[in-house]
């Protein structure tokens, strides 16, 4: 086996990030004799499986649907254990695709990307590590994640607490005694929703502190046997070709009746079985019209309040557990596994901050408006800056000294969220407003890997040495996601999805930033296309200087 790659200071092509998108995307160079390095600021590779150890971590996707097409070796081997599968073993999934494919030897670890500058005379860029070493390469992939920067809390005093305290990004690697511990966790998303379901059983005690309330639904997770997974592995292509043809690149096919069609014990009928159906069923094989129709939205959400009523014993903090500012699946659904049972347990208790705010992180707790509680452990499940956040830690410098953090000060302007004007040979994987961001992620991933890499092999082909998004598609495009958002009773929810984050100057109640493109993939997938067919209509491509 050939030895690692050596960082040196000039190659062919940097990836940023070895997560789920950079081991692909340098499958992809390197297979084609591209001599690239991939930089990654973590001890490992993994991106968010790497990262996100915290407890209940896991897929919202089907395990089986969430593999590398591409790595054939592996799925005609590799046994997913879970249907929704846990961090440990999606960890171990990708090192395996890494060690099977010889690719960690182009992977640097523990290394930070300073700053990107752009000299178009030389028609490259200097990539500046925290360290103080530089790569010079005529072309920067970025495979940084969507909600790789964890946003803590500003509350006053956060740093004097004397317990221990984290995000649960940062939760630690090593195993953590929670049974002794007054543990408290602050914020109901996705994350905190599967950290709650885990650890209520296992900590002395537990408050959650809930602003608030997130529509949840069961996960149904299952053990996978090994008889079941033979008879998944002999439907993979099937699995993927659903996939592509679903907007989220998920296993789960909408259902086509119309809404205002059917009877309402038709509704109840398929909404009572698929609220016991794994993953998101509940939401992606739902009538469509609970995403655009306000008034089919509020119906549904009425539905799953009335499950949340059944499951809660106390009916004050089941209704406090029931949103009331957006309806069911505006936005990408928490998957819960009895979430809502742990607040039947003597030893959890809700604390409504949107009723009496927190005050101050003391030394010893945390201090509302209306009582101070000591704890041992706080937990942060605060949320992260998204898709943007990571972009914005990075010093990008492009044309004429241009930085993106301006341009992208109050909303991201992408060409199909692949790259952006000003910032010519910076290719993005799942960047702001692409289609591949939102999705079953691999599904998006390979998308987004297939077609950068295509139009790098036309490069080569053609002796392409500039690579640019003109202003007008990039306008254009910007337009269109814009659009999007006006069509989906998305826009109406205060969530990362519209930018929304109180932990962030500027990303507070009342801005909207357009991070995603809302068509669904099979859309993004043809829009793709359709550009390679026109010969790169919208990019502006330039052969070296004479
Ligand atoms: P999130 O959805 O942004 O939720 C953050 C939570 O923290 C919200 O409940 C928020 O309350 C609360 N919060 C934030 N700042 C607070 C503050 N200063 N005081 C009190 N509460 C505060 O973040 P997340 O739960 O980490 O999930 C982010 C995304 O990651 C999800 O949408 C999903 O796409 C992905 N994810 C996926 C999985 C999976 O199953 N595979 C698991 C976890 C996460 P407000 O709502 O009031 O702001």
């Not at 919202?60 to 081997?77: K, M, N, Q, R």
């Not at 979430?339 to 347990?345: D, G, H, K, L, P």
Request: include cysteine; charge should be negative; hydrophobic fraction near 35%.
């Amino acid at each position: 086996m050939p030895g690692p790659h050596a960082l040196a200071d000039r190659h062919e092509a940097v990836v940023i990030g070895a997560g789920v998108a950079g081991i692909h995307q340098i499958k992809e160079l390197t297979d084609r004799g591209i001599d690239a390095v991939v930089i990654e600021s973590g001890a490992d590779l993994g991106g968010t499986w790497f990262w996100n150890r915290y407890p209940g971590a896991r897929f919202d996707s089907e395990s089986y649907s969430y593999g590398y097409s591409w790595a054939t070796e592996i799925l005609e081997t590799w046994h997913w254990k879970e249907h929704f599968s846990g961090q440990p073993e999606n960890l171990r999934y990708l090192q395996t695709v890494a060690d099977t494919y010889d690719l960690r030897r182009f992977m640097h670890f523990d290394c930070h990307v300073e700053s990107l500058v752009w000299n178009d005379d030389a028609t490259e860029w200097t990539v500046t590590l925290t360290d103080g070493r530089t790569i010079r390469t005529p072309i920067v992939i970025t495979a940084i994640g969507l909600l790789t920067v964890p946003t803590p809390p500003r509350y006053p005093g956060v740093e004097r607490f004397t317990g221990r305290s984290f995000h649960t990004h940062d939760w630690p690697a090593e195993p953590l005694d929670l049974s002794e511990l007054r543990v408290a966790v602050i914020g109901t998303g996705a994350t905190g929703i599967q950290v709650i379901g885990e650890i209520q059983d296992k900590v002395a005690e537990l408050h959650v502190f809930q602003r608030r309330p997130n529509w949840s639904a069961p996960l149904n997770n299952a053990p996978i046997s090994p008889a079941e997974m033979d008879e998944i592995r002999d439907r993979y292509d099937e699995i993927f070709e659903v996939c592509a043809r679903t907007p989220g690149g998920f296993v789960h096919e909408p259902d086509r009746r119309g809404f205002w069609e059917v009877t309402e014990a038709e509704r109840f009928e398929l909404w009572d079985r698929l609220y016991d159906e794994p993953g998101f069923a509940i939401w992606l094989q739902n009538f469509v019209e609970i995403f655009i129709d306000e008034e089919a939205n509020r119906i549904f959400s009425d539905y799953i309040a009335e499950r949340i009523r059944q499951r809660v014993d106390d009916p004050t903090v089941a209704e406090k557990l029931i949103p009331t500012d957006h309806g069911f699946g505006y936005q990408r659904v928490p998957m819960e596994t009895n979430y809502f049972e742990a607040y039947n347990r003597p030893n959890v208790h809700l604390v409504d901050v949107s009723e009496t705010p927190i005050v101050e992180i003391t030394e010893t707790g945390i201090a509302t408006t209306d009582a101070h509680r000591e704890f041992d452990l706080i937990v942060y499940a605060t949320g992260f800056d998204a898709i943007t956040g990571a972009f914005d830690k990075i010093h990008v410098e492009g044309v004429d000294g241009v930085t993106l953090r301006d341009k992208w000060r109050d909303d991201p302007a992408t060409f199909m969220g692949v790259m952006t004007h000003g910032f010519p040979n910076l290719l993005m994987v799942a960047g702001p407003q692409s289609g591949n961001a939102s999705t079953n992620f691999p599904r998006g991933i390979e998308t987004g890997v297939a077609w950068l890499t295509g139009l790098l092999d036309h490069a080569r082909a053609h002796g392409i040495t500039r690579i640019e998004a003109t202003e007008e598609a990039e306008r254009a495009w910007v337009d269109h996601v814009k659009q999007m958002y006006e069509m989906m009773l998305l826009r109406k929810a205060k969530g990362w999805f519209t930018g929304y984050n109180s932990n962030v100057e500027g990303h507070e109640e009342g801005t909207m930033r357009h991070l995603i493109y809302n068509g669904g993939s099979p859309k993004y997938q043809a829009k793709l296309d359709a550009i390679t067919e026109s010969g790169y209509e919208g990019v502006t491509l330039t052969g070296p200087r004479h």
